[in-house]
């Protein structure tokens, strides 16, 4: 089950049904199936204060990602910040929809074991973002 919800902002208009049939398709596309998969969608000041107490980390960010993953089993709580995602929308001359949809599935792929912190890997974490874009 994928749960959307929203702490201190309004909820972004995203298609929810058609949104979590994709998260789906993308995830058996790695092999895993979707658990539980709650989304919640906050202020760049809710994310610092998440990252502040969570991981020690004090900067924003556009995405945190909580794994509870169970064996090939999807399960986690990934945090947005709406304020970012328009940030880096603009900052890139991206589309915000296009932005917040390319967030949304990076949380996904973090649950699939896909990292962007080593060398390499933020090349390889854009590549599955871009072929999990185009599945939507």
């Not at 959307?4 to 049939?21: C, E, F, L, Q």
């Not at 993953?69 to 709406?82: A, K, R, T, Y």
């Amino acid at each position: 089950m994928i749960t959307y919800n929203a702490d201190g902002v309004k909820m972004p208009k995203i298609r929810h049904r058609d949104t979590s049939a994709w998260i789906k398709r993308v995830a058996q596309a790695h092999g895993r199936k979707v658990g539980e998969i709650g989304y919640m969608f906050v202020s760049d000041e809710k994310i610092l204060e998440v990252n502040r107490q969570y991981l020690g980390h004090d900067y924003y960010t556009d995405i945190i990602t909580f794994d509870y993953d169970e064996g090939d089993v999807l399960n986690g709580d990934l945090v947005i910040s709406l304020d970012t995602v328009r940030t880096n929308a603009e900052k890139f001359g991206k589309e915000y929809d296009d932005e917040l949809h390319r967030v949304i599935i990076h949380g996904i792929l973090h649950l699939c074991g896909i990292n962007d912190k080593g060398p390499g890997e933020r090349e390889i974490m854009e590549a599955h973002e871009n072929e999990a874009l185009a599945m939507r």
